[in-house]
């Protein structure tokens, strides 16, 4: 069965730091774009950001650049996202993405909650 896993939310103070992991379950994304997502409530989907299949390309949305680093390690099949400098509107339910244009596939996460407030 073919499954991300997302992990690492939580609660966390305005300034503090989360770092999300996501573990991909009966394929392997090696060859993929990966991607983090979040969906407030009452807002749409956004990325927040990505990383090619070498890994050397990363893209962020402009409210994140500075504070999040996108990383993964090809041999755990695993993407991480490292948040810093939290503030309340980060506060979002976090997805894990997965794509492969060639495969013709599309997966996502079942997601994780992070709420940023004191």
């Known amino acids: 069965q073919v499954k991300l896993v997302e992990s690492g939310g939580g609660l966390v103070q305005p300034g503090g730091s989360l770092r999300l992991s996501c573990a991909a379950s009966g394929f392997t994304f090696s060859s993929d774009v990966l991607s983090w997502y979040r969906q407030a409530p009452g807002k749409e989907r956004e990325l927040v950001a990505s990383i090619g299949s070498a890994g050397a390309r990363t893209n962020y949305a402009d409210s994140m650049k500075g504070r999040c680093t996108i990383s993964r390690d090809g041999a755990k099949d695993m993407v991480y996202l490292q948040m810093n400098s939290l503030k309340p509107e980060d506060t979002a339910v976090y997805y894990c993405?997965?794509?492969?244009?060639?495969?013709?596939?599309?997966?996502w996460g079942q997601g994780t909650q992070v709420t940023v407030s004191s």
């Open positions: 993405n997965a794509r492969n244009w060639i495969k013709q596939y599309n997966y």
